[in-house]
């Protein structure tokens, strides 16, 4: 079993990274608000924490709370919601906020190295 | 009289910084009202930088007290966090703040684990904490490191980062003339492999760049690596043996050859 095409691409872990983390950025995020917003995208991924039946529901639960406090987090993550197809895709989705998070904590470290 | 100016007080900062107003505005974007900002805003007037950033941070032992939903609403709000950690109620605009230059906060930072390892011919020759560097104090010479700490806008590196809250750390491991670069590219792809973007230093007679690896997936018999500069903006897929070799790399006008350092990501047990 493998995640859907769109996150198995090449650059969705490159390229596509690096300009989502840039529009994060210019949106107000931080590494840590992303790294937080992981945190709290796996506790609402869990069934037993949210009473949404499906993956893509339990995601969209999140954007909605997310969009007062951390809106262009909510407008990427509500982008990426309607590829979603799996548990596989949620799980790899997650893991690219977390190397989002990371990404962005050594990148602008690099452009102030 | 603009609405904001009617509803908000003047910051009342005598060194007014980048960090002091990111911090006013994460309060304020988090609907404090304007009682609370003034006194926030004037409490951090009386601490420099690191001090105010240390202030914000959520103590260890105040974070362990929280369940995460407190613990998260607080790490993005430098108000409720700084009441947390003098022992105050959060969201209570009452209470009165501490006054300037009253409040230092201790925050321990970095870990135990932070190490800075030196290879050469394989064999570790030096592990050291970093926290022994000579720099100016522990949290600087971590925040060189990029090993535990979130940028400040005048880029130092307090407290726990992104990396920290998501329970990776990192080793610096430097690599000399003699270093054992198929082993320091063998930890490399590793990381990648595992999801985990490792920081680098590249040199040669362009320089010396910090870069970004990004990514590692299997090409061939070996590896291609996506590599990112942030200085220049250039992205690039790299051969893991020509890293390993000291091949002219595409970035940078093709000058960079060595790899020098790396900063090694690890997950820590239970993340």
Known sequence: MQPSAPFRDREFNGTTLLEEWAELRSGGETPLSVASAVLSLRQAR????????????RLSQWVAGARAGSPALATLVARWIPRV???LDTEALLAHLERLALVGELVDGGRRA | MSERSRTEPDVPLRRPSELHQELLARARAAGHGPAALGAFAEALG????????????????????????????????????WRLNLGQAPDTDALGLPTRGSVRPRVVVGTEEDREVSITGGRRLASRD???????SRSHAVGRALAEGPL???????GPGAAGVLGVRHRRLSCGPDCDAARLVSLLVTALSSGLPVAAQLSGAGGSYRAVFLQARP???????????????????VNAQDVRDGAALPVAGGRLVALSELLLPERREGT
């Open chain 1, 85 to 87: 197809r799996s548990e």
């Open chain 2, 152 to 158: 400040s806008p005048s880029g130092r590196h307090v």
């Open chain 2, 219 to 237: 090409a061939g018999r070996g590896h291609a690596l996506q590599l990112h500069v942030p200085s220049t903006g250039e992205t690039a897929w």
């Open chain 1, 46 to 57: 869990a069934p037993s924490r949210s009473p949404a039946p499906d993956p893509k529901s």
């Open chain 2, 46 to 81: 009386g601490l420099d930088e690191p001090a105010a950033y240390e202030a914000v941070m959520l103590r260890p032992g105040v974070a362990a007290a929280l369940d995460v939903e407190a613990r998260l609403a607080a790490e993005l709000d430098p108000y409720t966090s």
């Open chain 2, 130 to 136: 970093l926290g022994d560097s000579p720099a100016p």
